[in-house]
């Protein structure tokens, strides 16, 4: 029973905008009478990459049927919903929604699905076109009607006033966007499956296992392995992959070729799963790397390494074994907290924080502490996670983060504060350190980071991407922007 609210509590929100979030993640299921059934599971082993709204398409092209909402998955998408939604071919999508109200979240949570010309569409989303509103406006000149603030649906009135096949009209619009965007889509019995031509945000395809018919689309592999699919490939930056009943075609998008690839680093250091392979990498390797280079750059003597969980345990274990200290979990993480509290009206110092976190004197009593995170966005967390460690004994606390100071705002698809907000484009590590009550703060550097991730052997498809220079970006480290963004800053941060 949920506890009544007197005078004496005080609700505060979790204070998770301390991080920068991935805004979204898609599924693709093609030639499985389950096909509902399975974009579920895959969207629930995506559920990391967004868990305010989730939703389905499914059907067999002719006719489309969606259920969206907001909420987790598990929530959304229930047994009646998946009864509900017959059909060989899904598309899914789970969303992390920035600002509006519950009613703004319901209309703007995807797969969206339209009806035009060319019959049925659905399209999901995981990026952000940094032309958005141009083009909006111009669609809207042409009389085009919005029913969402997404860019999202700005893709779906290019499809729907273009010509041709469901798959021409992909290719001409999307020679029209600039940005990031991986897409599932479906809409003549085809399923698709599209990364934008720098590839920013990760898209993987894979083949149902045993008896089981089917390609599957996703934007980790640890969707694949709940639903018992193998692995095939990356979809590669600038391509379409269309499946049908004969298999899988690949197609390009129009003058791609030959653009610098951009795969969004940030995939490796916090936003994908550990146990997923991303652009090519196992993400708990890459980890593990970037907490080695770490120990290499800012070496400091100490008796033990704890890691904020849980993203920051396997940068952790890398910094412990290259420096020879110890490695213990030192945090425990409640894993079962919602996004509200309810907290007495004698405040509890670090109330948020305490929640979800609480430290194991016994490991951090009396020694010299280094604790690994993978980000510092505003600091505001860092701060309560030192002061709660130096509350519970250690000699001294020195923060590392396994990535370069965070400067600059994303405008790929991932959810980040205003430069301003962003406490590393206003401060020296020293000046960080005394605010957030550290003996120490150090970063990874940015050859460090590329360093790290490079080392790591790449597999098929992203070789093309290890030997360049500009495979990655990194623009939220180092404001080098590599699509253009026009007025896109002035107008949004
Ligand atoms: S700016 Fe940062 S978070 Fe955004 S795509 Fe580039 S590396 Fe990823």
């Known amino acids: 029973m949920t506890a009544p609210m007197t005078a004496n509590w005080r609700l505060v929100e979790d204070d998770g905008a301390d991080r920068m979030r991935d805004r979204c993640g898609v599924v693709g299921v093609f030639g499985n009478r389950e096909a509902a059934n399975l974009a579920y599971l895959a969207m629930y082993a995506l559920q990391h990459r967004g868990q305010e709204s989730a939703g389905i398409v499914a059907g067999d092209g002719e006719v489309l049927r ?65 032309n958005a509103d141009a083009l909006r406006a111009q669609l809207e000149e042409r009389g085009s ?6 860019d999202t649906e700005v893709i779906v009135h290019l499809i729907a006033t273009s010509h041709g096949s469901l798959l021409e009209r992909l290719k001409k619009s999307l020679k029209q966007v600039r940005g990031a965007y991986t897409l599932t889509v479906t809409g003549d019995g085809r399923l698709y499956g599209v990364r934008d ?32 699919a193998r692995l095939l490939r990356d979809v590669e930056p600038g391509e379409v992959v269309q499946i049908d009943e004969h298999g899988v075609h690949s197609h390009r998008l129009e003058n791609v070729d030959n653009l610098p690839h951009a795969a969004c680093i940030f995939e490796h250091v916090y936003f994908a799963r550990p146990d997923s392979r991303v652009f090519g990498r196992w993400v708990h390797e890459a980890r593990k790397s970037l907490g080695r280079q770490l120990a290499k750059e800012t070496p400091v003597p100490a008796d033990v390494v704890i890691p904020v969980p849980d993203s920051g345990v396997y940068a952790a274990m890398g910094y412990a074994e290259q420096a020879g200290i110890p490695f213990e979990m030192g945090l425990v993480r409640n894993h079962y907290v919602g996004r509200t509290f309810i907290e007495p009206e004698q405040r509890i110092r670090n109330f948020g924080v305490k929640l979800k976190l609480n430290p194991v004197r016994s490991i951090i009593e009396g020694k010299r502490v280094v604790v690994v995170d993978d980000s510092l966005v505003r600091g505001t967390t860092s701060k309560k996670i030192v002061e709660m460690v130096r509350s519970s004994g250690a000699a001294e606390v020195h923060l590392r983060i396994s990535a370069p100071p ?52 790449a597999e098929r498809c992203a070789a093309d991407l290890a030997g360049r220079v500009s495979g990655f970006c990194d623009a939220c480290f180092s404001g080098d922007y590599p699509i253009s963004i026009g007025g896109h800053a002035a107008r949004r941060r």
């Open 66 to 130: 969606r259920i969206a909402g907001v909420g987790l998955v598990a929530d959304v998408i229930t047994e009646r919903a998946i009864e509900a939604l017959p059909g060989a071919v899904a598309v899914g999508h789970v969303r992390y929604a920035t600002a509006g109200s519950e009613q703004d979240k319901a209309r703007d949570a995807q797969p969206l699905l339209v009806r035009c010309q060319a019959g049925p569409i659905a399209v999901a989303h995981n990026g952000n076109l940094v």
């Open 145 to 150: 009607i919005f029913q969402t603030s997404s």
């Open 197 to 228: 031509p720098s590839g920013v945000r990760p898209l993987v395809l894979g083949q149902l296992n045993g008896d089981r018919q089917g390609f599957v689309l996703a934007s980790e592999t640890c969707a694949f392995d709940l639903i018992g």
């Open 406 to 457: 965070t400067t600059s705002p994303c405008f790929y698809g991932i959810d980040t504060p205003t430069k301003e907000e962003l406490i590393a484009s206003h401060m020296t590590v020293p000046q960080i350190a005394a605010f957030v009550g550290a003996d120490s703060v150090g970063y990874l550097s940015r050859e460090g980071l590329h360093a790290a991730v490079r080392e790591l052997p």
